[in-house]
């Protein structure tokens, strides 16, 4: 009698299957790696974005906070920042030196991409007395550079920086008076990085209520 039995032996791969085993496993890592890649390149897209406009955020409270109650934009340098008459407690419709506020354009102090936007005003000695602070406290001219007079008092080490934003490309100032310190509402337009190779265009408006030109 013949009985039909069942085999244990197994038929190898042939070299046709193997290779194909193989291209389909290949080909399964690389369409895993590739949404891997592209689910850490979108969140890495998103963190980057919510930094910048964190960044833009902060940017405009501060600006708005050191500008709100500024009598007067009297410069722009597109290369180094923006001037600003931020009081006139001198009460002498003049923009004295301590009344003087510098929004300097910087490359970045700690070696991070963009630039940095520091604020840098006058800070006398706490010791002098009035008449010392008043022989100091000089009026700027019409022909005065203000960023050359910052710059000559923090060499004397009499001011005083801090950083309102980073991660900047650029910073503009538009208007539409008919020059700069008649300006009672200004524009400012930051340029905001995104990542390493991505820029945003930021703009900001600022009333100034306190208004005034210099005499």
Wanted: charged letters at 20%.
């Amino acid at each position: 009698m013949i009985t039909a039995q069942r085999s244990n032996t197994r038929r190898a791969l042939t070299l046709l299957e193997l290779l194909l085993a193989v291209a389909i496993t290949v080909l399964t890592g690389l369409a895993i790696a590739a949404v891997t890649t592209s689910i850490a390149r979108g969140l890495t897209s998103m963190n980057e974005a919510r930094s910048a406009l964190q960044r833009a955020y902060a940017a405009h409270a501060r600006l708005r906070a050191y500008t709100t109650g500024a009598l007067a934009f009297i410069s722009v340098d597109p290369d180094r920042g923006i001037a600003v008459w931020h009081n006139d407690d001198r009460f002498n419709n003049r923009v004295n030196l301590s009344e003087l506020r510098i929004f300097w354009l910087e490359p970045s102090s700690d070696g991070a991409p963009g630039k940095e936007l520091v604020i840098e005003m006058v800070a006398f000695p706490e010791e002098w007395e009035e008449d010392e602070l008043e022989l100091a406290d000089a009026e700027l001219a019409g022909v005065d550079d203000p960023f050359n007079e910052m710059l000559a008092l923090r060499a004397q080490g009499w001011t005083k920086r801090s950083v309102i934003a980073d991660g900047l490309e650029s910073v503009a100032v538009t208007h539409s008076a008919i020059n700069l310190v008649h300006a009672n509402r200004v524009r400012i337009a930051l340029t905001v990085q995104i990542g390493a190779n991505s820029t945003e265009d930021i703009l900001m408006a600022f009333g100034l209520p306190n208004h005034k030109a210099p005499g």
